[in-house]
Structure formats: structure tokens, C-alpha cells
């Protein structure tokens, strides 16, 4: 299974590029500060509840669909890393 796309790539490539704005511009229309913008972009910090909420107000998406793409994006990750030895919670 391939890993999903992490949902910053997506708004760096498909919303900021093809708007033609600049991080820095991008961050001012969302009222956030450029380097929480460029973290996310650059796939180094995760689409936060808040960021996900602004970016609906701004009419891109809804803040439900860029979290389930960072929580696909997560958990695919955490696959990927091994599941470390559990034991079941069933009675004893």
C-alpha cells in the first residue's frame, strides 16, 4: 500500500501554485504566521484543526476533508513504522 500524500504537498501544489500566491500571501489571507504556513507546506508540521478550519473559511475544501487527509496521511506512517508487540485487551 502506497503511502497517501501528505496534505500540505497538496495545498502547496493544487491551492497556493495554482492561485499564483506566495507563502507569504498565503499566510496573510489566512491570518496565520508564514512560518506555520511553510512548515505545513514543506510537509514538517501537520494540517491542525485550526489551519483546517481556516482554510474552509477561505473556501478551499472543508476543514473535514483536509484532516482526514492528514489522519490517512498519519496513520499510514505509523503502518508503515511497525506496530510494535501488543497483547489482546479480551478477558482473562
Known amino acids: 500500500m502506497r503511502t497517501p500524500v501528505h ?12 492561485l499564483g500566491l506566495s507563502v ?5 489571507r489566512l491570518g ?6 511553510s512548515r505545513v507546506i514543506n510537509e514538517r508540521a ?3 484543526p485550526n489551519l483546517a ?10 476543514a473535514r476533508a483536509w ?5 490517512a496521511y498519519d496513520l499510514a ?4 513504522a511497525g506496530v ?4 489482546k485487551l479480551d478477558a482473562a
Open 24 to 28: 507569504t500571501e498565503a499566510a496573510d
Open 46 to 48: 501537520a494540517i491542525s
Open 67 to 71: 484532516l482526514a487527509m492528514q489522519n
Open 7 to 18: 496534505p500540505g504537498a497538496i495545498l502547496r501544489e493544487d491551492v497556493i501554485a495554482d
Open 84 to 87: 510494535p508487540k501488543v497483547k
Open 77 to 80: 506512517r505509523e503502518r508503515a
Open 53 to 62: 478550519v481556516r482554510l474552509e473559511q477561505a473556501g478551499v475544501s472543508t
Open 32 to 37: 496565520v504566521a508564514r512560518v506555520t504556513l
